[in-house]
Antibody, heavy 118, light 110 residues
Framework: QVQLVESGGGVVQPGRSLRLSCVAS????????MHWVRQAPGKGLEWVAA????????YCADSVKDRFSISRDNSKNTLYLQMNGLRAEDTALYYC???????????WGQGTLVTVSS | QSALTQPASVSGSPGQSITISCTGT?????????VSWYQQHPGQAPKLMIY???NRPSGVPERFSASKSGNTASLTISGLQAEDEADYYC??????????FGGGTKLTVL
């Protein structure tokens, strides 16, 4: 079955950087678009970024544009999120997620928690 | 881009039906048949319940149905059960090739 395992979260000071990783298994990774979605404590879901199956197309939410970048290594079945210039409002549980063949997120990891605090 | 608009909360008794609305714009819900719905229980990851406006993934009970009219999508749960108590989120593909979520609706089964 599909497994998405995120890592790389932690406590970081404002302005610093962090890189999240997501190792995928149970499906053909290089044929599916992937996403990062975050959820601040007690709040709703917020879409963060997406990448096409081959990494040629990337999209980011306005709230993180110019600070976050999404990438993937299909040889390692791994998705990444590079987060620079972190702010307190970036504090959230970050989910790695897999797209269906049509634009719908169909599988989610358990998330990795990022806390931005001095 | 602002989140899709959902009611903050809805409630119903076991066996009853409830409907959750999700309003967007012609750049998202109204422009594409790519609306999806997610169920999230406390402390758990979201679960896909509906995709492409009205399709149920394997394993999702037939009690869950959905539709779309113009810029508004709706999720209906019939024959409410205690286990349906959760947060529900709608989501849509957008004209910018991004995704957008609703603010979430807390369903309480009385």
């Amino acid at each position: 079955q599909v497994q998405l395992v995120e890592s790389g979260g932690g406590v970081v000071q404002p302005g610093r950087s962090l890189r999240l990783s997501c190792v995928a298994s149970g499906f053909t990774f290089n044929t599916h678009g992937m996403h990062w979605v975050r959820q601040a404590p007690g709040k709703g879901l917020e879409w963060v970024a997406a990448i096409s199956y081959d990494g040629s197309d990337k999209y980011c939410a306005d709230s993180v544009k110019d600070r976050f970048s999404i990438s993937r290594d299909n040889s390692k079945n791994t998705l990444y999120l590079q987060m620079n210039g972190l702010r307190a409002e970036d504090t959230a549980l970050y989910y790695c997620a897999k797209d269906r063949s049509t634009p719908a997120i169909e599988s989610w990891g358990q998330g990795t928690l990022v806390t931005v605090s001095s | 881009q602002s989140a899709l608009t959902q009611p903050a909360s809805v409630s119903g008794s076991p066996g009853q039906s409830i409907t959750i609305s999700c309003t967007g714009t012609s750049s998202d819900i109204g422009g594409y048949n790519y609306v999806s719905w997610y169920q999230q229980h406390p402390g758990q990851a979201p679960k896909l319940m509906i995709y492409d406006v009205s399709n149920r993934p394997s394993g999702v009970p037939e009690r869950f149905s959905a539709s779309k009219s113009g810029n508004t999508a709706s999720l209906t749960i019939s024959g409410l059960q205690a286990e349906d108590e959760a947060d529900y989120y709608c989501s849509s593909y957008t004209s910018s090739n991004t995704r957008i979520f609703g603010g979430g609706t807390k369903l309480t089964v009385l």
